[in-house]
């Protein structure tokens, strides 16, 4: 299958300060990426659609100023919490999937613990 | 938007056949995905159903009725590594492809 690769797996960080995760797609191109945030017992939550060399889409309710995305090639995209806080302490992860693939199966990174103290 | 529900436990014991079922309110998808998260992990790839009826994979196997608004995983002769949760999720037409989960299905299996 499909590899999906993301850094770091666990990062804490002082409140007030940002944190960039990266997401890369190391055996396929992928002009679109997807960024989910999970809460402790609870569903993935989509936060943003990562678009290659456009502006990401946001999902309602996720701010686009704290939470920037940038997708700069066909396999890296990246989040960064910008102005950290403890309630920004989460799971973060990303998904893609090869094009042509788009209606089955999706291909997720190893996730972030970020914890924000 | 979509709306995916899932009872949120389900315990087992070892070799028994458990069904976790999901229902639905989308407005159009492509099809149902059933996904596996060990807890800190990432969610894994088990099934995906297109079309109505039973798709089966090895020990799993998932369920699609659209006129039901309804699908579900059955996983068969259960085993201590099959504790997990269990989400299922749909890309639909209108959303540029992205997956939305189901609230999901916290499965323990004990001896």
């Known amino acids: 299958g499909a590899v999906v690769s993301q850094h770091p797996s666990r990062v804490i960080c002082k409140s007030g300060t940002s944190v960039k995760i990266e997401c890369r797609s190391l055996?396929?191109?992928?002009?679109?990426m997807f960024w989910y945030r999970q809460f402790p017992k609870q569903s993935l939550m989509l936060m943003a659609t990562?678009?290659?060399?456009?502006?990401?889409?946001?999902e309602q309710g996720v701010e686009k100023d704290k939470f920037l995305i940038n997708h700069a090639s066909l396999t890296l995209s990246t989040l960064t919490v910008t102005s950290a806080h403890p309630e920004d302490s989460s799971f973060y992860i990303c998904?893609?999937?090869?094009?042509?693939?788009?209606?089955?199966?999706?291909?997720f990174g190893q996730g972030t613990r970020l914890t924000v103290v | 938007g979509q709306s995916l529900e899932q009872p949120s436990e389900v315990t087992a014991v070892e070799g028994a056949i458990v069904q976790i079922n999901c229902t639905y309110q989308?407005?159009?998808?492509?099809?149902l995905s059933w996904y596996q998260q060990h807890d800190g992990g990432a969610p894994t790839f088990l099934s995906y159903?297109?079309?109505?009826g039973l798709e089966e994979t090895g020990r799993f196997s998932s369920f699609l009725s659209r006129s039901d608004s309804y699908g579900y995983l059955l996983l068969q002769e259960l085993q201590m590594k099959d504790s997990a949760s269990y989400f299922c999720?749909?890309?639909?037409?209108?959303?540029?492809?992205?997956?939305?989960f189901g609230t999901g299905t916290q499965l323990k299996v004990e001896l």
């Open positions: 159903n297109a079309l109505d």
């Open positions: 990562s678009n290659e060399g456009s502006k990401a889409t946001y």
């Open positions: 999720a749909v890309r639909d037409y209108g959303g540029g492809n992205k997956l939305t």
């Open positions: 998904s893609a999937s090869p094009q042509g693939n788009l209606n089955t199966e999706a291909f």
């Open positions: 055996d396929f191109q992928a002009t679109t």
């Open positions: 989308t407005s159009g998808f492509y099809g």
